[in-house]
């Protein structure tokens, strides 16, 4: 038998293999096939390594029929629940392959727990058919918090084609998570409305991102910003030069230059020909990211026209000849403006390549024209007062830099801001009052520049008659520590969960989602709790900096909480948390992220040392996920050869004379501690009333199978020592009419309610012990079987090992968290074997296995379906065994009638019960099922599909309101109702 993912075991008569075919390895959650022993394990598990490459190793976990008798499954140790593993296996399978992995409704109860209705059903069918994958998961991770009808509304949720998947890789469990700590102090409406306002803001967030990726993505990749500047300047020295000889003569003296004066406005009208052509080939390269080649040139067709008619063709031939060592791009942008502007329907490659250096040339003109205005100084009259209207009737004014609130002195003039002649003439257009000295062509081109970047519109700042000064592309501010980021749904609610983590209460009146996270942010000391160093162990900090051989990763050591908080802003998960602060501050562990060669974070891992060795104590990959296949396995050995710390030298004490060494410490210091208090307890737990009684019922079963009914001691060891299918034979005997006078209270029930500790058992089962005391006094004697069921059963509650350890001292308890093995039928480590041979305490731990084993003898006999335990059952069940054989014969494959219908949990039968009161007898049964052997994990499954279900041979005259009515009364008799 082997332990898998959910609490799922192998059966006896299963193998388990590997997804090449081979015997598995202990590696914890790996997928694994299982199947019959000896079978042929091939082909299923190329079909299992071919859905864990599509859908990831989550989809092993959902138990996906490979092939007859082979189904997919996980080793114990995977993360997540079940919900994952449907999810990943719908998403890989369809609707159409639902059933190679179960009924249809067990899946829905998978995804959305057992109360799923019709109407979610049909939306989450939907949604799958629609490929909806992230409404759907979205809806399971939400389906703890909100109802049938609000999952209906998020099941509906759709995203725009194109658009990111706004869930990223988070599986449902991890989100439910933080879903819980974010959004359970809120009522159920509220939470949807926050979660459906979150989903806009992501939504909005991500085409936002798109958007701008698209308009960068209309830039050449390689920039030839240097080569673009040195073809402008030569090419405006060249005309310079061409103009002094035009006006001084082919070879004019050294005197002549220096008294020949620039024609500025000149230089200045191509400056601003080219400012306005770069304006235009910016505004078009956003256009024609945002609407596509067509419509975004059809959008600026009349502005490119426009600026190509401020180029002739004996211009536009100069700028765009090759110059021998120069780059073959035109010196002016306005060529590549006329080759848009002349052609109707150019295809997208041409225009393309005409957009991709806009930028380029818009920053070369802005770095151009503030040296020009500079030069020209008070000679710039002539040029500054140009009017623009021909330019300005085409193209018009933008609403981010409208020409009223223009406070730009214009250059070459003693005149006022275009914004203050234009407030003193209300009524005049503002192209009739602008003039090229204003500038505002220059602010507008520095906005296009911006919006290409991202930006709404450039900084601008009027410094006077000179070029503003403009900021196009401002550095991005530093992101407030801990600001949970929108880049994906999973991340954000993590970054909440985060500040949830770190003390911060929701506020109570929130509405949309900014106002949760501001409200969490406010109510967070931040500079406190991201301020301090961390105790880093020196070998640790030799490892910082290095590559893990094998992954391509390198280590970053976190140093203080500040790391962390950047750390977890990206990976969306806690370990900015104060437990993981606390513990690296005082030197318990060490936090490393594993980063790729691109400086993204790929895994977090924390290490701790034990036994003067580092181990890897958690490692998890964005999102709380398993890291990629075969990283895990290669940190394994780059941390097992970290070294440890060293010891500190110590100097030995000097010997005095005579004087007596310190003993040296037992190596069993285990035994030492604990071996007296426990003894003790024990001791006091085997003389109790309860488990005299309980000794009683189970020498019972001794004399059903023919044994001596020696002393107890001698019983239990003679019971313990039974193979299991004789124990499950002898007490079938014992539970067999035999006319025999029973030694427990057979007349009157028992008391069978199922305990909440052990000390709560031996209360319960020492009234018990008492009323059994009274009816042997008076000779109360039924003639029947040597034990009834419910005494039995109510026997097995007897765990005096487990009392003891319970009432054991809390700090002996926390230091040896081992205790626990002693109450588990398995071999024990070697510090626990010493305790286990104790005179006081061995008998015990027989007691405690003993019942245990009977529990699932009772259990094998009802998988068998044996005729004497279903007549046991009509005569002497209560409430407490009812129900838990009723739960494990739910679960099992029998053949069966139904108790209830399909996805009800309301049981028929007085006194009333459902199957959802946490307080019943049928939650309070569970722990009791599975030591009967039933795997709890299929439970809710099999009832959403069968309802509870309970065999036909228990059933007698009046059905199951009857036995259910029987059961109840044997409860009441003893004063105790399950």
């Not at 999952?151 to 449902?172: N, V």
Request: glycine share 8%; with cysteine.
């Amino acid at each position: 038998m082997m332990r898998l993912a959910f609490g799922v075991v192998s059966g006896r008569d299963q193998e388990v293999w590997d997804v090449r075919g081979r015997p598995v390895s202990d590696s914890p959650g790996s997928a694994v096939v299982v199947g019959p022993a000896g079978g042929d394990p091939r082909s299923s598990a190329a079909e299992l390594a071919r859905l864990v490459e599509v859908g990831g190793v989550a989809v092993a976990g959902a138990g996906i029929e490979l092939s007859q008798g082979f189904r997919s499954a996980r080793l114990d140790g995977a993360g997540g629940d079940r919900r994952d593993a449907v999810l990943a296996a719908l998403k890989v399978l369809g609707v159409a392959g639902m059933s190679r992995f179960g009924e249809r409704t067990g899946i829905l109860v998978a995804l959305f727990g057992p109360a799923t209705t019709k109407r979610v059903a049909a939306a989450a069918g939907q949604a799958a058919t629609d490929g909806r994958w992230p409404a759907l998961q979205l809806a399971s991770a939400a389906s703890d918090l909100l109802g049938p009808e609000q999952l209906e509304r998020l099941l509906a949720l759709s995203t725009t084609p194109g658009q990111p998947d706004p869930m990223g890789r988070l599986t449902p469990s991890a989100l439910a998570a933080h879903l819980a700590r974010v959004l359970s102090p809120f009522p159920a409406p509220r939470r949807l409305e926050l979660l459906l306002d979150l989903w806009d803001q992501v939504a909005a967030h991500q085409a936002e991102l798109q958007r701008e990726q698209r308009i960068m993505a209309t830039q050449a990749r390689q920039s030839r910003l240097p080569e673009l500047t040195l073809r402008y300047r030569s090419h405006e020295d060249e005309l310079l030069l061409d103009r002094v000889r035009m006006e001084l003569g082919p070879d004019p003296s050294l005197a002549q230059v220096a008294r020949w004066t620039p024609h500025w406005a000149h230089m200045l009208h191509r400056a601003l020909d080219n400012a306005l052509a770069a304006t235009v080939l910016l505004r078009t390269a956003v256009a024609v990211a945002e609407h596509g080649v067509a419509d975004g040139l059809a959008r600026f067709r009349d502005q490119l026209v426009a600026a190509a008619a401020r180029l002739d063709d004996q211009a536009a031939g100069r700028a765009s000849r090759r110059v021998p060592g120069q780059c073959g791009l035109p010196a002016r942008p306005g060529c590549y403006v006329r080759d848009l502007a002349r052609r109707a329907d150019p295809p997208e490659p041409y225009v393309r390549q005409r957009l991709a250096r806009a930028r380029e040339y818009g920053l070369v003109v802005l770095d151009a024209v503030p040296e020009l205005l500079e030069a020209g100084s008070d000679r710039l009259g002539p040029w500054a007062s140009t009017d623009l209207r021909r330019w300005r009737e085409v193209v018009g004014y933008t609403a981010t830099r409208p020409p009223r609130s223009w406070e730009q002195i214009p250059v070459a003039g003693q005149r006022e801001s275009l914004a203050r002649r234009l407030a003193a003439q209300p009524d005049a257009a503002p192209y009739l009052v602008e003039e090229a000295g204003d500038l505002l062509w220059y602010g507008e081109l520095a906005d296009a520049v911006a919006r290409l970047r991202g930006h709404d519109a450039a900084t601008v700042v009027h410094v006077g008659p000179e070029a503003p000064d403009v900021t196009f592309d401002p550095p991005p501010g530093e992101a407030a520590p801990l600001d949970p980021r929108l880049d994906s749904l999973p991340l954000a609610v993590a970054g909440a969960a985060q500040l949830v983590s770190l003390g911060a209460r929701a506020p109570r009146r929130c509405r949309t989602w900014k106002e949760l996270v501001d409200g969490l942010i406010s109510d967070v000391d931040l500079a406190q709790a991201l301020t301090g160093t961390f105790q880093v162990p020196e070998p640790l900090t030799a490892v910082d900096d290095q590559e893990v051989p094998g992954t391509g990763l390198r280590v970053e050591l976190a140093r203080g909480p500040r790391t962390l908080a950047e750390w977890s802003s990206y990976m969306g998960n806690c370990i900015a948390s104060p437990f993981y602060v606390e513990e690296a501050t005082a030197g318990k562990c060490g936090l490393l992220a594993l980063r790729d060669r691109d400086g993204v974070i790929a895994v977090n891992v924390e290490l701790r040392l034990a036994k003067r060795r580092w181990h890897v104590a958690e490692m998890k990959a964005r999102f709380n996920t398993e890291p990629e296949p075969g990283v895990g396995e290669q940190v394994l050995r780059f941390v097992a050869g970290i070294a440890p710390p060293a010891l500190p030298e110590q100097t030995p004490a000097p010997r005095i004379p005579g004087e007596r060494l310190p003993a040296r410490r037992p190596r069993n210091q285990a035994f030492l501690d604990l071996a007296e208090p426990l003894a003790a307890l024990a001791s006091q737990a085997m003389t109790a009333p309860s488990a005299a009684w309980a000794i009683r019922v189970l020498e019972s079963l001794a004399g059903a199978a023919g044994g001596s009914g020696g002393p107890s001691s001698e019983v239990l060891v003679a019971l313990r020592r039974m193979r299991p299918g004789r124990l499950t034979e002898t007490c079938r005997t014992a539970l067999a009419p035999m006319g025999q006078t029973s030694t427990g209270p057979a007349s009157a029930g028992t008391a069978s309610a199922r305990p909440t500790s052990a000390g709560t058992a031996s209360a319960r089962l020492t009234s018990a012990a008492t009323t059994s005391a009274r009816q042997a006094s008076a000779g109360a004697a039924s003639p029947g079987p040597a034990a009834r069921l419910s005494e039995l059963w109510a026997a097995t509650w007897v765990r005096p090992l487990a009392g003891a350890i319970e009432q054991l001292d809390p700090g002996l308890r926390d230091r040896y968290d081992q205790l626990g093995l002693l109450l588990v039928d398995a071999p024990l480590p070697g510090s626990l074997r010493g305790l286990a041979r104790h005179r006081a305490i061995a008998p015990a731990r027989t007691a405690e296995l003993v019942v245990r084993r009977i529990r699932a003898a009772i259990g094998r006999l009802a998988r068998a379906a044996d005729p004497v335990l279903a007549q046991a059952i009509g005569r002497g069940a209560d409430t407490d065994v009812l129900c838990a054989l009723v739960i494990a014969t739910t679960i099992w494959p029998l053949e069966t009638v139904p108790v209830t219908e399909p996805a009800h949990t309301s049981v028929p039968g007085f006194p009333a019960s459902t199957l959802s009161d946490e307080n019943g007898p049928w939650h309070r049964a569970l722990p009791a099922a599975a030591e009967l052997g039933a795997d709890l994990t299929t439970f809710w499954d099999r009832v959403a599909t069968g309802g509870l279900r309970v065999p036909p041979s228990w059933l007698g005259h009046g059905g199951w309101p009857a036995l259910w009515n029987r059961a109840a009364r044997n409860s009441r008799r003893t004063g105790y109702t399950a």
